[in-house]
């Protein structure tokens, strides 16, 4: 995120899913833009935070590859 006046209070895993639940407090008592960023994935979007808004998303990364280790025999 790009405004140190908005805080991550949450970051979870969700309950039976291959999800995470997400949520950001606006801590000032501003309307504020702030910038979420999920780097694992490349989501950006810009979201607009009321005064003292609490605000909870859900989250699916992406599926990505995982190499298995090299045996000893390779």
Same mark, same amino acid.
């Given at each position: 995120?790009d405004?140190?006046?908005?805080?991550?209070?949450s970051?979870?895993?969700?309950?039976?899913?291959?999800?995470?639940? !997400?949520?950001?407090?606006?801590?000032?008592?501003?309307?504020?833009?702030?910038?979420?960023?999920?780097?694992?994935?490349?989501?950006?979007?810009?979201?607009?935070?009321?005064?003292?808004?609490?605000r909870?998303?859900?989250?699916?990364?992406? !599926?990505?590859?995982?190499?298995?280790?090299?045996?000893?025999?390779?």
């Open positions: 995120m405004d140190p006046a908005v805080i991550l209070s970051w979870r895993k969700a309950a039976g899913q291959e999800a995470y639940v !997400i949520r950001l407090f606006e801590s000032t008592g501003r309307r504020r833009k702030v910038k979420v960023c999920l780097p694992l994935d490349g989501y950006e979007q810009e979201l607009e935070l009321k005064p003292f808004e609490l909870t998303f859900q989250w699916t990364p992406p !599926i990505t590859e995982i190499s298995a280790p090299r045996s000893a025999a390779e």
